[in-house]
């Protein structure tokens, strides 16, 4: 059963500084994972999507990398500001076929001004 | 480009009563799903649908819980009857196809008194 993991739950970093969130999937055999964000009493936002043949996905400040072997994948944010502040979570897709979405619990982000 | 709409944004209702949510996906999306959402959780899938088959409903709950796509556009999500642990928020979202990109709706935060 493919579980997902996203560590630190929490982070605190003062504006400006370069970050990276963690995810972990326990089943490598994904078809393709997904980064959203989420702000308080709103929906997801999509940030970026990585097919499973693929390496990292860059959106202006965000990139995103995915490592199956490991079962990893980093959020890596550059130059973050107080706008920044939400929950980050990342889903896979297990495999083709199921396109079921296993989400993490999510990192909450807060940037300091 | 409308992106994925649903309503209401906010319902409450006494344990026992019927309720009902609406999701309009991104025109041209033929796959929709159906998430709940628990306070500090990842979304989980409920149902989804390609076009108006029902291809997921697995995590469903089907002695209180139906839903339907009729036209493979709309769907409604129906919840009878209501009860404590349903409290959650209920997400809408739609790709436009399995394996793509997801986008999320608002949501409906469901509150069961």
């Known amino acids: 059963k493919q579980e997902v993991t996203q560590i630190p739950a929490a982070l605190s970093v003062p504006e400006g500084e370069n970050l990276v969130l963690n995810c972990s999937f326990t089943?490598?055999?994904?078809?393709?994972l997904q980064w959203f964000r989420q702000d308080p009493g709103k929906g997801l936002t999509s940030l970026l999507l990585?097919?499973?043949?693929?390496r990292e996905q860059t959106s202006g400040r965000l990139n995103a990398s995915l490592d199956k072997s490991s079962g990893r994948s980093t959020l890596y944010i550059a130059a973050s500001q107080p706008g920044d502040s939400a929950t980050y979570l990342c889903?896979?897709?297990?495999?083709?076929?199921?396109?079921?979405?296993?989400f993490g619990t999510g990192t909450r982000l807060k940037v300091l001004a | 480009e409308a992106g994925v709409v649903q309503s209401p944004r906010y319902k409450i209702i006494e344990k026992k009563q019927p309720v009902a949510f609406w999701c309009n996906p991104i025109?041209?999306?033929?796959?929709l799903y159906w998430y709940l959402q628990n306070l500090g959780q990842g979304p989980e899938l409920l149902i989804r649908?390609?076009?108006?088959?029902?291809?997921?409903d697995s995590q469903l709950p089907k002695d209180r819980f139906s839903a339907e796509r009729l036209k493979g556009v709309d769907s409604t999500l129906k919840i009878q009857p209501a009860e404590l642990g349903d409290s959650a928020v209920y997400l809408c979202?739609?790709?436009?196809?399995?394996?793509?990109?997801?986008?999320f709706g608002p949501g409906t935060r469901l509150t069961v008194t």
């Open positions: 649908y390609e076009n108006e088959e029902a291809v997921d």
């Open positions: 025109s041209g999306h033929n796959t």
């Open positions: 089943d490598s055999a994904i078809y393709n």
């Open positions: 979202a739609s790709s436009a196809g399995e394996g793509y990109e997801q986008y």
């Open positions: 990585i097919q499973s043949s693929q």
């Open positions: 889903a896979v897709s297990p495999h083709s076929g199921t396109y079921k979405y296993i």
